[in-house]
């Protein structure tokens, strides 16, 4: 039940993607059969975001608007499935050595 905590750290590389595996996590949530109320008394979940902000500097390779936002996609789409958010998105930034990593 909601006892138990799922922490999901998510990478978000060039192009707004996902690692591979991380790629795996949200396609399986963003399942449009799930049922809205699919997390619903199953865990609780803590969301954070690795991303690197100098990927967003070369726009020619690059169209992230946010380095973070396989995180945030992933945050919001356990919320939409009826999950219980244990602890707000936590994002950090490659560039700035991961310093919100810490106090997360």
């Known amino acids: 039940g909601e006892d138990v905590l799922c922490c999901f750290i998510m990478q978000t590389i060039e192009n707004q ?6 790629g795996t996590c949200i396609r399986f949530f963003k399942r449009k059969t ?4 699919l997390l619903h008394g199953k865990f609780s979940f803590a969301v954070f975001g690795l991303g690197d902000s100098n990927l967003l500097l070369d726009r020619q390779t ?17 919320g939409l499935l009826g999950g219980n958010c244990y602890h707000e998105l936590g994002m950090a930034d490659e560039r700035a050595d991961l310093q919100e990593v810490e106090p997360w």
């Open 17 to 22: 993607a996902p690692t591979e595996d991380g």
């Open 62 to 78: 690059t169209t992230a608007k946010d380095c973070n936002q396989c995180a945030e996609e992933l945050n919001d789409r356990l």
């Open 34 to 37: 799930h049922p809205s109320d």
